[in-house]
T-cell receptor
């Protein structure tokens, strides 16, 4: 079982719609959760971080964490073509702050 | 404030050659990381460092070496390059916030091809 799993996609949504990206993780003692956006040929950049159960909103982005079910999700409202990218889920767990990335979900926003 | 810088941006190596990928951060972060990313794949941790003089292996350390003599610099050494090391290499740094590793900031990457 992969430690951090994401659907590779592509996930296609029309412009203006809500995009929903999901991530599951296997280590129950995971502490911190991050969503990074990566444009083709570029380095990852942070979108959202979340540390406790519930929702966290930042502009058009909402991160949702459910530690009991071991999943974290990212909602993108009013999706724009500029949101088209690969979204990487990262989870931190372990005594030395081990960081594990998922393989990413490719999002395509259709104008 | 340059953040995390990496050199070179691109490099082609022949099998068996060696090289050093440079990484420097100016944010005074204690934690630094080296990742590789193969096409269509996620990031795999090669080595990491929690401070000057302290390094440890990640998920895929074979064929690589690192050193951390200063807080700012974290070079990655490839010895005896092999085609399997063709990849994009990212350096990242982070700090601790409340005892938990905070956001990682990534450099622009080095695209390495081994022929």
């Amino acid at each position: 079982q992969k430690e951090v799993e994401q659907n590779s996609g592509p996930l296609s949504v029309p412009e203006g719609a809500i995009a929903s990206l999901n991530c599951t993780y296997s280590d129950r003692v995971s502490q911190s959760f991050f969503w990074y956006r990566q444009y083709s040929g570029k380095s990852p950049e942070l979108i959202m971080s979340i540390y406790s159960n519930g929702d966290k909103e930042d502009g058009r982005f909402t991160a949702q964490l459910n530690k009991a079910s071991q999943y974290v999700s990212l909602l993108i409202r009013d999706s724009q073509p500029s949101d088209s990218a690969t979204y990487l889920c990262a989870v931190i767990s372990g005594g030395y702050q081990k960081v594990t990335f998922g393989t990413g979900t490719k999002l395509q926003v259709i104008p | 404030n340059a953040g995390v810088t990496q050199t070179p941006k691109f490099r082609i190596l022949k099998i068996g050659q060696s090289m050093t990928l440079q990484c420097t951060q100016d944010m005074n972060h204690n934690y630094m990381y080296w990742y590789r990313q193969d096409p269509g794949m996620g990031l795999k941790l090669i080595y990491y460092s929690v401070g000057a003089g302290i390094t440890d292996k990640g998920e895929v350390p074979n064929g690589y070496n690192v050193s951390r003599s200063t807080t700012e610099d974290f070079p990655l050494r490839l010895e005896l390059a092999a085609p399997s090391q063709t990849s994009v290499y990212f350096c990242a740094s982070s700090s601790l916030a409340g005892g938990i590793t905070d956001t990682q900031y990534f450099g622009p990457g080095t695209r390495l091809t081994v022929l």
